[in-house]
């Protein structure tokens, strides 16, 4: 079975929906420059909301430690996920499993990459763009993606209903991430676009 990590919530009822049709993760993130980005307040309302065994993803671009341990005392997070240049050092120290983002396109190492985070809980490969650090709705090659690499993969980048099987088929991640294709708006989760985006999933692993 194929995870899936809705990310980006910014509403209780986004995190519902996400939830009721099946996502294994919800996302939220930590840096202001994201359209996306929640405040600790609002952020601790949606994960105190969620119900059994929906995992609690806080994402990070480059982040102080203080505001880490802050995510972490307010909001309690299941897993991090760090999404700019953090060393493998800082994201370990936080005693807490975590993902690593690697942005890709040609001439990127991903197995070089996989060894320098080898306790990393997984590897999270999304498209490279100068724009920004994540949530651009742009695909990259998933022919670039080694087959060998060692760490789990969760697949992000330009994900939708339309060709979420598609990439489950071509790539066999372990999880899928989505956060632009399933939304209304920037940050507004779609509750109908959730549900084909998990049927397509399902379909995909049927």
């Given at each position: 079975m194929t995870r899936t990590k809705i990310c980006g919530i910014t509403r209780i009822e986004d995190g519902l929906a996400a939830a009721r049709a099946g996502a294994s993760a919800i996302g939220l993130?930590?840096?202001g420059p994201s359209p996306r980005n929640v405040d600790l307040a609002r952020a601790a309302a949606i994960a105190r909301a969620?119900?059994?065994f929906v995992t609690r993803v806080a994402l990070f671009v480059d982040p102080e430690a203080a505001t880490v341990a802050a995510v972490l005392e307010q909001v309690g997070p299941d897993l991090l996920q760090f999404h700019g240049h953090e060393p493998a050092e800082f994201c370990r120290a936080f005693r807490r499993p975590y993902l690593k983002a690697a942005r890709v396109k040609p001439g990127v190492d991903l197995l070089q990459f996989a060894s320098c985070y080898a306790d990393a809980q997984g590897l999270l490969l999304d498209a490279w763009s100068e724009a920004a650090p994540g949530g651009t709705g742009e695909?990259?090659?998933w022919a670039l993606i080694p087959r060998d690499?060692?760490?789990?993969?969760?697949?992000?980048?330009?994900?939708?209903a339309g060709n979420v099987g598609e990439?489950?088929?071509?790539?066999?991640p372990w999880a899928v991430d989505v956060s632009s294709g399933v939304e209304a708006a920037k940050g507004i989760k779609d509750a109908a676009k959730i549900a084909a985006f998990m049927k397509e999933v399902s379909n995909a692993d049927a």
């Open positions: 993130v930590f840096y969620m119900p059994p695909r990259f090659d690499l060692p760490l789990p993969v969760v697949l992000a980048g330009g994900l939708h990439a489950i088929r071509a790539v066999g």
